[in-house]
């Protein structure tokens, strides 16, 4: 049993903090407007963090920072040093809610963001 825990308090526990930022991604610049005219682009990149399973284990600031990290050091794979953003969606629930019919009762007590997902164009400029 404890071989077991073992494995999967690391899986458990990565599942609440958010995906870090490469040291070479630092200095990557997200925004939602560039005069790109004299910036070459590199192409798009996408990027997320959470989903329904683990949102409960992962505060709603570390699935967007981790969404955001994880855009910054797709940017910085291809060369980039901006991202213009070009669709962000957050996905989240309303609260507790439960249903049911003639079987059981099932209740859902997800709060929050549960996933966060972006795409952008990469850009460098100088």
């Not at 609440?16 to 040291?23: H, K």
């Not at 507790?96 to 996933?115: E, F, L, N, T």
């Amino acid at each position: 049993m404890k071989k077991y825990l073992l494995l999967v308090a690391p899986l458990v526990l990565s599942a609440c903090s958010a995906i870090p930022v490469q040291e070479d991604a630092k200095g990557v610049r997200i925004v939602s407007d560039l005069d790109t005219e004299q910036c070459e682009f590199r192409g798009e990149v996408s990027a997320s963090q959470g989903n329904f399973f683990t949102a409960d284990l992962t505060t709603d600031e570390n699935i967007i920072k981790g969404a955001r990290n994880e855009l910054r050091n797709e940017t910085s794979k291809v060369g980039g040093n901006y991202v213009l953003i070009a669709k962000a969606v957050d996905s989240s629930n309303e609260g507790i809610s439960a249903y049911g019919d003639s079987s059981g009762v099932a209740v859902s007590s997800s709060k929050g963001v549960y996933s966060s997902v972006l795409v952008g164009e990469a850009f460098y400029c100088e």
